[in-house]
């Protein structure tokens, strides 16, 4: 298993700023992705970001809006930039195991945009 | 198309009343099926991993069992605390990588 960690837990940021969303891991893990959810939604696949490599985004999602590093194994950033309303949601950081393909969750982090 | 579906989209029990969840799948490539509970405004909790057809996986009042169709949640004898969605999903090969494939969950509530 794995115990995924996530700064801010929470922020209400006004519109046209940004806002940098951390993730840490307590194991070393390869793959890692983002996701959202919406209210009374199900999750949404932003972008998959692994170590090593430029993240992938799906469709829908381009850099610019939302930039990711991956600087090491256990450690993702995912900004969220030139916010709307639009962008208030709940953002998740997973991890993938390679041998087992189990998939954890971080706690998220809930964000409103004003 | 891969698709998740799971049913009933809202399920409320009495104490003590068991009962399952059902998630239905067609997907090609099944790399494993995955059950999560999630409590409002929380990230997904992982729960089982279900590999290939006919597997079980039990965890306290939960049990898991997967078809080459479908997965079962079944709930025994549940307490309040068990009030939360159950999120089932399925891995699968889209475009080059492994993707996770959700379906929409079923909200559980448990009545004291």
């Known amino acids: 298993s794995a115990v995924i960690s996530q700064k801010p837990s929470r922020d209400i940021c006004q519109r046209g700023t940004s806002l940098t969303i951390q993730c840490q891991v307590d194991?070393?893990?390869?793959?890692m992705f983002w996701y959202r959810q919406q209210p009374g939604q199900s999750l949404t696949l932003i972008a998959t970001a692994n170590q090593g490599s430029e993240a992938t985004y799906e469709s829908g999602f381009v850099i610019d809006k939302f930039p990711i590093s991956r600087p090491n194994l256990t450690f993702s950033t995912l900004t969220v930039s030139n916010m709307s309303p639009e962008d208030s949601s709940i953002y998740l950081c997973?991890?993938?195991?390679?041998?087992?393909?189990?998939?954890?969750f971080g706690p998220g982090t809930r964000l409103t945009v004003t | 198309e891969d698709q998740v579906t799971q049913s009933p989209e809202a399920l409320r029990l009495q104490e003590g009343e068991s009962s399952s969840l059902n998630c239905s799948y067609t997907?090609?490539?099944?790399?494993?099926l995955f059950w999560y509970r999630q409590d409002p405004g929380k990230g997904p909790e992982f729960l089982f991993t279900?590999?290939?057809a006919g597997e079980e996986k039990e965890k306290e009042r939960l049990k898991a069992t997967l078809t080459k169709k479908e997965s079962f949640l079944h709930i025994t004898a549940p307490k309040p605390e068990d009030s939360a969605t159950y999120l089932c999903?399925?891995?699968?090969?889209?475009?080059?990588?492994?993707?996770?494939?959700f379906g929409s969950g079923t909200r559980l509530l448990v009545r004291p």
């Open positions: 997907v090609s490539g099944l790399r494993g």
């Open positions: 997973s991890v993938r195991f390679t041998l087992t393909y189990e998939q954890y």
């Open positions: 194991s070393q893990v390869t793959m």
């Open positions: 279900l590999y290939s």
């Open positions: 999903a399925v891995q699968a090969r889209r475009d080059s990588s492994y993707k996770l494939i």
